[in-house]
């Protein structure tokens, strides 16, 4: 069965450094997604992406935070400048189409800032 | 805005026994809502999905959820817990974004644990 797979599992880095969490969605799939949970709390949206485009984001995704799909596999979340609060365990999805179809997520990438 | 409530953070049941993990919604118009489960270390699965089509759904590992209108609540059951049950399990609405593309609103979980 496809699934989205997400690399690395684990992310250690130092405030101030830069990270790129890698995704590869379900290979027919078309919509993107990026969410976070950091410990303790709900599980958020941070931004959608379609055809080479934000289609949304959320007030978190700030201009520390962008996205590409630098192929026809990848999806990638560029965090510029880290800082304490990014930690976080970061979730990709991926749905076939828009509206309300289910979205399939990945196993997320824990991000751990010192 | 659209959200979720999941009304009890920690249940414990025995194996065996019926598993009811709470949920109500608070949407403006007739909502999608899903649950998803957690397993330790794994990524987020879907469990089940409602889009109106019939109020109650069936989902995997024997799980189904009731969606109630009238108590705008998604309830999750299954009539007996399994050791592998053990997870947390989150209770989704989707909202409609900027055009049209959905993102979905998560509750902050219920974690299920089953005792022998």
């Known amino acids: 069965e496809p699934e989205v797979t997400q690399t690395p599992s684990h992310q250690v880095t130092q405030m101030g450094q830069e990270v790129i969490l890698r995704c590869v969605p379900i290979s027919n799939h078309l919509y993107f997604y990026w969410y976070r949970q950091i410990l303790g709390q709900k599980v958020e949206f941070l931004v959608s992406f379609y055809n080479n485009e934000i289609s949304e984001k959320s007030e978190i995704f700030d201009d520390q935070f962008s996205v590409e799909r630098p192929d026809g596999s990848n999806f990638t979340l560029k965090i510029r400048s880290t800082k304490l609060e990014d930690s976080a365990m970061y979730f990709c999805a991926s749905s076939e189409a828009r509206g309300t179809d289910t979205q399939y997520f990945g196993p997320g990438t824990r991000l751990t800032v010192l | 805005a659209q959200s979720v409530t999941q009304l009890d953070s920690h249940v414990s049941v025995s194996e065996g026994t019926p598993v009811l993990l709470r949920c109500n919604y608070s949407?403006?118009?007739?909502?999608?809502l899903f649950w998803y489960v957690q397993h330790p270390n794994k990524g987020l699965q879907l469990l089940l999905k409602y889009t109106s089509a019939a109020t109650l759904v069936k989902g995997i590992n024997g799980f189904e959820a009731e969606f109630k209108k009238s108590e705008t609540s998604f309830h999750l059951t299954k009539p007996s817990a399994h050791m592998s049950d053990a997870a947390e399990y989150f209770c989704v609405v989707s909202e409609t974004g900027k055009g049209g593309y959905n993102k979905l609103i998560f509750g902050a979980g219920t974690r299920l644990a089953v005792h022998p």
């Open positions: 949407s403006s118009y007739s909502p999608s």
